[in-house]
């Protein structure tokens, strides 16, 4: 059994934590969807302000829900609409410090204030993205950027996908 305290310190140190555990959960693991459910299960429970914590796998011209941590998500989002389909678009991570200024946000949870969304990229390839969502207003910078891109990318590393 995995279980883990919620990380203290600065943004970086607690990144770098939560690296160590991420590789702790893929160790040994190469399925896809285990381990974007094992990260999202650690994401949701150790950042502070945060409400949704998830996966969007890129299908044909969609971004399609995977594994997840909060409140029941959109299911299906095109390329290039709202912070995930623009990630997806632009091949690089979009913060989102007021959701209700990003022209062509989705309100999933109408609780969500603030966003980032980070692509996973394997050999420049998309193949979807990790989401992390706040009830807070700015609640993200490029210390969360430069955490989830590292996270992210372990993740491709770690994982058989598609």
Sequence with gaps: MFAAARPTGTKQEIYRELCLQAKGLFEGERDAIANAAN??????????????????????SELVLGPFQGQPACVRIPVSKGACGTAAQRRESVIVPDVGKFPGHIACDTASRSEIVTPLLKHGQLLGVLD???????????????????LAQLWVEASDYP
């Design 132 to 150: 992390i969502d706040s009830p807070d207003l700015n609640r993200f910078n490029v210390e969360d950027q430069a955490g989830l891109e590292t």
């Design 39 to 60: 990260l999202s299960a650690l994401l949701y429970g150790a950042l502070a302000g945060v409400n949704w914590a998830g996966f969007y796998f890129l299908k044909d």
